[in-house]
Each structure stands twice: as structure tokens, then as C-alpha cells.
């Protein structure tokens, strides 16, 4: 599982500035895990990005008060949206890896009946691929990358100022 | 479910503040299923703890570092407790999925079955091996078996590790962690990260 990146706080600043900072960070992972997320034999890569964009939803939960609120709330919702496109493939991938793991110790004669649910299960996971990839579309169609930045600078200004 | 609201937080206050009030309305929520969660027929109160836990646990992960050490413990046996629900929750979408699933294909084969059937006063035995799905069922009641056995033995190790935590102080030493101070870091800067 991707590690979340060290960040460096203090308990005397504002809650603002850490906000925007980590903020920035958490967005960079989530986008730097978007690569081959849609490889289904690598399972990892989109368990990476679903940790990633929970952790950078949790991080929007804790610091909202600092953000504007109109944009805070679309922003949110789309990360969630997102997150849940995420959960709805690795879902399957994890059970279909559990089931094969189970199968192995399976006499013969259980085994067809555990490949038949795998088999439904890689259906439900060729079916979440494609809900993921069109979401991964609304994504940068709707620039969230971009807002949430804008998250962050909003932050920050409001601490400059 | 919905997340309790926090009441006070101020964006120009400091971190630890502000984090302090968050941790204790999320340490209050995660106690607060208990005992009710201690029901292994709870399944609604314990995917509830799982998510309150997982909610404590991105907190601690992201401002533990401005507190007591204490934190720094409490973020890993809030993670092995939210693992242990997800692992239990699991087993709680999967059992009725994988019965589901067999439902589906008896009632397959039993349609099969009564076409093959055709005008014959009663059902010949034999035919079941006929049935589309006739090698697959076993495996499934192998596979319900399994699962819900596997859900008795991760809802006792959760009762064990919860009362370890009790045993242990848990809740009153965090309450006191997130109180402190971690004296250095006002000066130079923490890091976080995953623990």
C-alpha cells in the first residue's frame, strides 16, 4: 500500500495554513496515483488511489471550516464521487484475490463452484472499470484537480490576510 | 452514518486546538457504539464503529504528531481496530452476496430441472446431474460455511481486542494525550504521515 507522505506540522499555527498545506499534498497524491489505475492486473495501483482519495477526503472533512463554503461543498462531492468509482472496482479485485487464495485449499470438488463466483465477480469488476474510467473523465473534466488547489490558495490567502 | 459536528473550530486558531476539539468529539463517537456493538447481531452499530474508528484514525494520522506520545500509540490501535471491523464488515456484505449468488443458481437449476421433467408424475433423481449448475453448489455452501465461521472468530478477537483497550486505559489516556502538548514541535515542525 502507497505510503502518505510525511508533512511537517506545528501545533501553534493556524489551522488554516496546515489546512492548505496539507491540502496540497494530499491532492498531489491522489493525481500522482492515477496512472494505470485502470490496469486490472495490477490490483495495487487502484487500491493506491482509493487510500489516496480517502485520505484526502478525511483531510477535507477535518480542515472545512477553512475553505469557502460554496466551493468546499462541490469540491467534496466530487472527491467523494470519485472515491466511491474507486471503491466500486476494488471491491471486486479484493474478493476475487480472496476467493482464489480460498480456492487453493478447496478439495476438487468445491473448486467449480467458487470459480463460477469468480467468474460473476469479474464481470462486476469489468463493469466497475468502466464506471471508474468514466468517472476518472468527469474528474478532469470538471477540474477537480484544479479546485481543490484552489482550496488550498483560498486558504492560504485568507491567512495572509 | 453522519459524523457528529464540531462546535468551536476557528480557522485562525492553532492546529492543535482545533485538531483537540476534533479528537475528542471522535473519540467520544467511536466509544459511544459501545456496548451496543458488542451484539455480534449489531451489524449496523459495529459498520458504524468501523467507520467512526476510521474517521479518529485520519485525525490522529494528520495532527497526532502535536500531541502527547500517547498519540502516536492510539493512532496505531485505532488502525488495528478499524482493520478487524473492516475485515468483520466484510464478512457481513459477503455472506448474504454469496447466498445470493446461490440462490440464483438453484433457482437455475431447479427451472432446468422441471423443463426437463416434462410430463412425468414426479422428479427422477437422476436428473440433477443435469442440472447447469449441478457441480457448483457445494463449493458455494462451502464457501457460507467458511464465512460465517471466519465472522464468529473476527467478532471474538474484536471483543478481545476492545476490552485489551479498556484494560489498557484507552480512551482516558488519549483524552489526556490530546490535552498535551508536543513540546518540540511548536518550534521546528513535526512530521506526519502514515504510522
Given at each position: 500500500m502507497a505510503k502518505a507522505q510525511d508533512i511537517d506540522v506545528a501545533?501553534?499555527?493556524?489551522?488554516?495554513?496546515?489546512?492548505?498545506?496539507?491540502?496540497?499534498?494530499?491532492t498531489a497524491e491522489l493525481f500522482d496515483h492515477a496512472d494505470g489505475v485502470l490496469d486490472t492486473s495490477d490490483i495495487e495501483r487502484v487500491h493506491d488511489m482509493r487510500v489516496a482519495s480517502r485520505r484526502l477526503r478525511a483531510v477535507?472533512?477535518?480542515?472545512?471550516?477553512?475553505?469557502?463554503?460554496?466551493?468546499?461543498?462541490g469540491v467534496l462531492r466530487d472527491v467523494k464521487q470519485l472515491a466511491d468509482a474507486l471503491g466500486a472496482r476494488r471491491d471486486p479485485d479484493v474478493h476475487i484475490d480472496a476467493l482464489t487464495a480460498f480456492s487453493k485449499s478447496l478439495v476438487a470438488a468445491n473448486r467449480p463452484g467458487?470459480?463460477?463466483?469468480?467468474?460473476?465477480?469479474?464481470?462486476r469488476q469489468t463493469r466497475?472499470?468502466?464506471?471508474?474510467?468514466?468517472?476518472?473523465?468527469r474528474t478532469a473534466q470538471r477540474g477537480?484537480?484544479?479546485?481543490?488547489?484552489?482550496?488550498?490558495?483560498?486558504a492560504d490567502e485568507r491567512s495572509a490576510a | 452514518m453522519k459524523a457528529r459536528r464540531v462546535k468551536g473550530l476557528e480557522p485562525d486558531a492553532a492546529l492543535a486546538d482545533n485538531a483537540e476539539r476534533i479528537l475528542r468529539v471522535r473519540l467520544d463517537e467511536l466509544c459511544s457504539f459501545?456496548?451496543?456493538a458488542a451484539d455480534p447481531t449489531a451489524v449496523v452499530a459495529l459498520h458504524d464503529m468501523r467507520i467512526a474508528a476510521k474517521r479518529l484514525r485520519y485525525v490522529l494520522e494528520v495532527t497526532g504528531p502535536c500531541f502527547g506520545p500517547y498519540a502516536r500509540n492510539a493512532t496505531k490501535m485505532v488502525k488495528e481496530l478499524q482493520d478487524l471491523l473492516g475485515e468483520i464488515h466484510d464478512c457481513d456484505v459477503q455472506i448474504p452476496e454469496t447466498a445470493g449468488f446461490g440462490e440464483r443458481l438453484l433457482a437455475v437449476d431447479a427451472a432446468a430441472l422441471r423443463e426437463a421433467a416434462g410430463d412425468a408424475a414426479d422428479l427422477d433423481p437422476a436428473l440433477l446431474k443435469q442440472a447447469p449448475h449441478a457441480r457448483e453448489h457445494a463449493g458455494l455452501a462451502a464457501l457460507q460455511?467458511?464465512?460465517?465461521?471466519?465472522?464468529?472468530?473476527?467478532?471474538?478477537?474484536f471483543l478481545e481486542l476492545w476490552g485489551d483497550y479498556e484494560r489498557k486505559g484507552f480512551r482516558a489516556r488519549l483524552e489526556y494525550a490530546v490535552g498535551e502538548r508536543a513540546a518540540s514541535a511548536a518550534a521546528d515542525g513535526v512530521s506526519i504521515g502514515e504510522q
Open positions: 501545533p501553534d499555527e493556524p489551522f488554516r495554513q496546515a489546512a492548505a498545506r496539507v491540502v496540497r499534498l494530499r477535507l472533512e477535518i480542515f472545512a471550516p477553512c475553505f469557502p463554503p460554496n466551493e468546499f461543498d467458487v470459480a463460477r463466483l469468480v467468474e460473476d465477480l469479474r464481470e466497475g472499470n468502466e464506471a471508474l474510467a468514466a468517472e476518472l473523465d477537480l484537480r484544479e479546485r481543490l488547489l484552489a482550496l488550498a490558495d483560498a | 459501545m456496548p451496543a460455511a467458511h464465512l460465517r465461521a471466519r465472522r464468529l472468530l473476527l467478532f471474538d478477537r
